[in-house]
């Protein structure tokens, strides 16, 4: 399965973004997707993850409530909304894809995700 990332920009706090995840070849066995952030001179963490099958979500404490992750299963497409964007969200954005079950842990690790897109820039200016 490949991963084309898209939608990301220059935005001011306070403002929306949405980012997309295209995923094509063998996308019908994807169990999860999520997306990842990673700052400069940061570690990547991890950001929000939807499960494939079910659609349920998880978020990571810092996006709760202001992104919400989705995704469509006929376009083999997951979205990522950001509103109420802050400085501290600028970051290169990764979409990932996990190809296996994974019980009852959710993926929230990039150890869980076996493939990854290329990131895209989001930069929120004061």
């Known amino acids: 399965v490949q991963?084309?990332?898209?939608?990301?920009?220059?935005v001011q706090a306070g403002g929306s973004l949405r980012l997309s995840c295209a995923a094509s070849g063998r996308s019908?066995?994807?169990?999860?997707?999520?997306?990842?952030?990673?700052?400069?001179?940061?570690?990547?963490?991890?950001?929000?993850?939807?499960?494939?099958s079910g659609a349920s979500t998880y978020y990571a404490d810092?996006?709760?409530?202001?992104?919400?992750?989705?995704?469509?299963?006929y376009e083999n497409t997951v979205y990522l909304q950001m509103n109420s964007l802050k400085q501290e969200d600028t970051a290169v954005y990764f979409c990932a894809a996990r190809r296996a079950p994974?019980?009852?842990?959710?993926?929230?690790?990039?150890?869980?995700?076996?493939?990854?897109g290329q990131g895209t820039l989001v930069t929120v200016s004061s």
């Open 3 to 10: 991963l084309q990332a898209s939608g990301g920009g220059l």
């Open 28 to 52: 019908f066995d994807i169990y999860y997707m999520g997306w990842f952030r990673q700052a400069p001179g940061k570690e990547r963490e991890f950001v929000a993850t939807v499960r494939w």
């Open 62 to 73: 810092s996006v709760e409530g202001r992104f919400t992750i989705s995704r469509d299963s």
């Open 102 to 116: 994974l019980g009852v842990v959710v993926a929230t690790s990039i150890s869980h995700y076996d493939t990854w």
